[in-house]
């Protein structure tokens, strides 16, 4: 995931938490708010270490951060997401992840255009 697309500081995660609503999952719990800023989606990912050791965090984290990665052009900007993975994340393959990330999305209402559809000639962007 490219710089531009990440949430980093604390305060950004403090004002998503506060003043966002959220959609949750068995797997993943996402947070949304709109920032008054323009700019593209920003995506922050969280994993507690109660999810599983440092390898089991950072597979999750990968993942995500690949699975997003292809959804960049279809979330609507100026938005702040934080996907928190919970326990049932750790046991889950990439298309069950892709698919139970897929459902949350569309839950929230945050897919702008449908996923998936090509950005470019070269990138397809499509399933793996």
């Known amino acids: ?7 980093r500081r604390r305060g950004d ?19 949304r708010s709109v ?7 920003r995506i922050g ?3 507690s270490r109660k999810v599983g050791n440092a390898v089991t965090r ?8 690949e699975i997003t990665r292809r959804w960049v ?3 609507p900007p100026d938005t702040d997401l934080i996907l928190i993975a919970r326990k049932p994340a750790a046991d889950m393959d990439f298309h069950r992840m ?3 990330l897929s459902h949350l999305m569309n ?3 945050l897919f702008v255009k449908e996923p998936g559809s090509p950005k470019s000639p070269r990138d397809p962007g499509g399933s793996v």
């Open 13 to 31: 995660f403090r004002r998503t938490f506060r003043k966002g609503t959220s959609v949750a999952n068995r797997q993943f719990v996402v947070y």
């Open 98 to 100: 892709k698919s139970s």
């Open 58 to 65: 950072n597979r999750i984290k990968r993942l995500v951060k």
């Open 107 to 109: 839950k929230a209402g």
């Open 45 to 47: 990912i969280s994993v």
């Open 35 to 41: 920032r008054k800023e323009e700019g593209p989606v």
């Open 1 to 7: 995931m490219q710089k531009r697309y990440r949430l």
């Open 73 to 75: 052009d279809s979330l």
